[in-house]
């Protein structure tokens, strides 16, 4: 077992599957001999050289069109967004070329899109966007969102063997904040199967992300202060989910709480909400609850931005009315 | 650059067998037998004539939506473009898209999307795809006098030039983007002077012959393949007809389209044709006579097949499920 943080976890998932297979190519801006603006891929160019490694002009469209082109051709492109923000320059290239070509030719487009995303360090409305919920209404795309160093990993070396276009969401918060003991080995970890962080009978929150330390932060508050046994669910793939380890948990806790980082109306919650609805209303004890950010640009100064973003304290307490509905 | 005959009389077939379709397609649409609108690029055969002439094997185009010519040339049949606009299942997207959004992996043709500018650096990554696993290709990216005022224009073409990207980026000037004329479009004299702000070359050459055209671009294509670079053409042509079949292009000037009528692509290359001794009119007829016949037959045999099952529907979103 060897120590990693959230970072090195998605270096040593690229490192592992570039060592694999030569046709897996990086590129993207300031990743070359700089490392990347968050040093992702820092010693990459020395080690696999710059065919495999180089930089672009800022350019998202070029470097997701030319990814495709170069997936199509039978390498596997993973390209570094600087930020998940800047991605929507180049959203056409994604939704309509990436996500849409198998469907319309047949011929599979496997790329990776690297996208640090998410807040709490005062990036302002730029550079923390959460934009999972636009992607998860792209037919054709899958999205993952790893809240954990040894998943950052697994599901990296996943997303790159994938045949389709898959976003992999990054945040940014967690790249130094999250630690833990994984295996040497960087074994693949399937997309479409969600995590059970912490068991509990009493109410489930359903998250994802950086929300997933929060939540368990906020379950383990409410287990020492008033007993309740909170399960919670890391989702870690968006597109596929995880229908049958939701529908489990509910039959389980017939309670609900669905945590995310991004903004409310038509986010990542409403779609488990919604499943919730379908197919387990009879399960329910209480109304499903979400606890999200508000639908609002993402702000700057630190007293607007606790305001804005979900934490421990907000999830502590909805879980509290939720559980004594 | 010399073409030798057989080259000459690809061209000529290939111009002819484009008018022959387009034709047909124009007629089926007025018949009501096309779903959707019918999109041609009637009078601008020529470009994807000559370039096809050009390439070699492991080549890539990305032709847009004038560029039929660039799909037969790269060896697509009647058959396959008569399936794909018809919607029939067993065309080139089984009824997924429509029109010229149709490619062909074997021939290094990639189907367009909508979203003009868009292929550019598709064309320029498949490019670098080939080359990375040591394949000699060259790319052949189309694009109108309309779709180079797109970010994506100039993204590809930049990405192109710092990376040494080999690609011929196709500028075919017609005159119109749908009812947009080039003076509401873009300020320079001529689109191919932005190839020196991209440190690139650019070449103008006359869009309706394509004899003339892959005499001009002949050793600039070997030379690229060499030397790995962009550049930039500017091709002079006209659309003959609307933006779509809807259009009665009334905006358009009549003495410009008598202009370009004089100088029809067709017309020129049978000129070259005889000029230069490949065929004179009887056989350039009797080739004529022969693609008609194949025109004839494929669309009524694409006519009498099968339409996609709605229970296919959710099929093939993703590769590999």
Redo the contacts between chains.
């Keep these: 077992m060897i120590e990693s943080t959230y970072l090195e976890g998605i270096r040593a998932g690229l490192q592992a599957e570039m060592r694999e297979d030569e046709n897996v190519?990086l590129f993207g801006q300031d990743i070359a001999a700089f490392g990347g603006a968050f040093k992702v891929t820092l010693g990459f160019l020395d080690e696999f050289g710059p065919?495999r490694v180089?930089n672009?002009?800022i350019?998202?469209?070029?470097?997701?069109?030319?990814?495709?082109?170069?997936?199509?051709?039978?390498?596997r492109?993973v390209v570094e967004l600087q930020f998940a923000d800047f991605g929507l320059?180049a959203v056409?290239?994604i939704m309509?070329?990436a996500a849409?070509?198998?469907?319309?030719?047949?011929?599979?487009?496997?790329i990776t899109l690297r996208m640090p995303c998410g807040g709490g360090f005062g990036g302002g409305p730029f550079h923390s966007e959460e934009l999972e919920g636009l992607f998860c209404n792209m037919?054709?795309l899958?999205v993952v969102y790893p809240a954990f160093p040894g998943d950052a990993r697994g599901l990296l070396v996943s997303a790159i063997r994938?045949?389709?276009p898959v976003i992999y969401l990054e945040n940014k918060y967690l790249y130094r904040h999250v630690k833990e003991m994984i295996p040497r080995k960087a074994d693949p970890v399937p997309l479409g199967i969600a995590r059970i962080c912490r068991t509990g009978r009493d109410a489930v929150i359903l998250t994802y992300g950086a929300m997933v330390h929060e939540s368990i932060q906020a379950a383990e508050r409410v287990a020492a202060d008033a007993g309740y046994g909170v399960m919670v669910i890391d989702m870690r793939t968006l597109k596929p989910y995880d229908e049958d380890t939701v529908l489990s948990a509910v039959a389980a806790c017939n309670r609900v709480l669905i945590v995310h980082e991004g903004c409310r109306t038509c986010g990542f919650g409403a779609e488990l909400a919604a499943l919730v609805a379908e197919k387990a209303f009879h399960l329910l004890d209480a109304p499903v609850r979400r606890m999200t950010a508000p639908d609002v640009p993402v702000p700057f100064a630190p007293e607007l931005e606790k305001a804005y973003r979900p934490d421990a304290d907000k999830i502590e307490q909805a879980l509290m009315e939720l559980l004594e509905f | 650059m010399t073409l030798d005959k057989d080259k000459g009389l690809e061209m000529l077939r290939v111009m002819l067998m484009t008018r022959a379709i387009e034709e047909r397609l124009i007629r089926l649409y007025h018949q009501g037998k096309i779903y959707g609108g019918v999109y041609t690029g009637y009078g601008q055969e020529a470009t994807g004539a000559a370039t096809a002439a050009l390439a070699g094997p492991n080549d890539i185009f990305t032709p847009c939506i004038r560029n039929l010519s660039a799909h037969i040339g790269r060896g697509a049949s009647a058959m396959d473009v008569f399936r794909q606009w018809l919607g029939r299942k067993d065309g080139p997207t089984g009824g997924r898209d429509s029109n010229v959004h149709f490619g062909s992996a074997e021939n290094g043709v990639y189907a367009m999307i909508s979203h003009l500018g868009a292929m550019i650096p598709v064309c320029v990554g498949a490019v670098m795809g080939r080359r990375y696993r040591g394949l000699d290709s060259v790319g052949f990216a189309f694009i109108g006098d309309g779709g180079t005022s797109t970010g994506d224009f100039h993204e590809a073409v930049n990405f192109a030039a710092v990376r040494d990207v080999p690609v011929v980026i196709m500028i075919e000037n017609n005159h119109y983007a749908y009812s947009t004329p080039t003076r509401e479009q873009y300020r320079c004299k001529h689109l191919v002077d932005r190839a020196a702000g991209y440190g690139i070359e650019g070449i103008r050459v006359d869009g309706n012959d394509a004899v003339a055209m892959a005499e001009a671009l002949g050793p600039v294509v070997e030379d690229i393949r060499r030397n790995p670079r962009p550049v930039l053409v500017e091709a002079d042509t006209m659309r003959m007809r609307g933006h779509g079949e809807h259009d009665d292009f009334s905006y358009v000037p009549k003495e410009l389209l008598d202009a370009y009528a004089a100088r029809d692509p067709i017309r020129l290359a049978r000129k070259q044709a005889a000029d230069h001794g490949w065929a004179d009119d009887a056989a350039a007829d009797a080739l004529a006579g022969e693609i008609q016949s194949v025109v004839d037959d494929a669309y009524k045999a694409a006519l009498a097949e099968s339409r996609p099952d709605a229970s296919t529907l959710t099929l093939g979103v993703y590769a590999g499920d």
């Design positions: 190519i065919k180089f672009t002009p350019s998202e469209s070029a470097m997701i069109g030319s990814a495709i082109g170069m997936a199509t051709q039978g390498l492109p320059t056409h290239q309509n070329n849409m070509t198998h469907y319309r030719t047949g011929i599979p487009v496997p037919p054709g899958k994938d045949p389709n």
